[in-house]
Each structure stands twice: as structure tokens, then as C-alpha cells.
């Protein structure tokens, strides 16, 4: 093997290792998170707030409301949807790298979604045998009172800490 190859292969190896959210500076919890938030608004990256997304997949707009999230100090937090809908999981804050990492646990039974994930290599399993997803949010903003998160398409998710 020449050395370029060598060097490729191990770049893409750490490219993987930071693309499951993984970091060597993510071992604490961030004091400024633990709470309960709540979601104020969505807005695109000039600023403007957005009050319906298109779905071009399933050809239907969707509202955008966050969930209620709650950072326990832990490490332990949960996203609550509707009553009936709530992730849960472990968390930590790389502040390197200004995000918040988080380990989604697959509820059993595996609803189709997380079947899919763990058949397809998107899941980890941890040494319980319990299936996971890693999710990371980039942190815009993150003071005593606001959270602000970057969304896909340069959106960001504002949420104001609950008191």
C-alpha cells in the first residue's frame, strides 16, 4: 500500500468517527442546558420565521412546533412531541465544537423506523443489547435563557428555557 491510500483510509476513518457524533471533549453536561425548554419559533437563515414547511417525499406541509425537551443533569433527557410521543436518551455537550450529543434509545418493541435503522447499520448497539441512534445539534446560541439550534436547510429552532 502507498502512503496516499494509507492517509486516505484513516482520514476517512476519523471523518466516520466524528460523523457518529462521537468526541473526546464530550464528557461533561453543559450546566447552561439543564431545564426544561420550550419552543418558540423556527426562521430560515435570514432571519425571517417560518410557519410551514413543504415536504416534497410525502407532498404535504408540515407546522412547525418543536417538542418540549428537558436536559437532565444526569445526563439523561427526553423530547416530548405529543403526550403520546417522547424520545429518551443520554446527552452530553462537545464544547469544542458547540453541539449537543445525543444517544436516541429504540423503545421495544421496534417500531418499523427503528427496524429499519438497526437492518441498515444506522443504529449502535450498546453492551445491554439496546439499539441507539446518534443525533447531534449544532448550538447557535446558548445563554441561560435561549437555546438556538441549527436545522437542516440553514433553519434554526429557537426554545427559551422554562422557569
Known sequence: MNFKAVLFFF???????????????????ETKLIGTWEFVDL?????AKIDTIWHEVVKGYEIPKGPLTVFREDGVYTKQFTP?????????????????IRK????????????????????????????YE?????????????????EEENRQMEFKKRK
Open 11 to 29: 482520514l476517512c476513518l476519523s471523518h466516520l468517527h466524528l460523523a457518529k457524533g462521537q468526541s473526546e471533549n464530550c464528557g461533561t453536561q
Open 43 to 47: 426562521r430560515d437563515s435570514s432571519g
Open 84 to 100: 403520546e410521543n417522547t424520545d429518551q436518551g443520554m446527552w452530553c455537550y462537545d464544547t469544542d465544537n458547540s453541539r449537543i
Open 104 to 131: 436516541h434509545y429504540y423503545k421495544r418493541p421496534y417500531s418499523p423506523s427503528a427496524k429499519y435503522m438497526i437492518a441498515n447499520g444506522y443504529a449502535i448497539q450498546d453492551e445491554k443489547g439496546d439499539y
Open 134 to 150: 446518534v443525533q447531534v445539534d449544532s448550538v447557535i446560541k446558548l445563554t441561560p435563557e435561549t437555546l438556538i439550534i441549527l
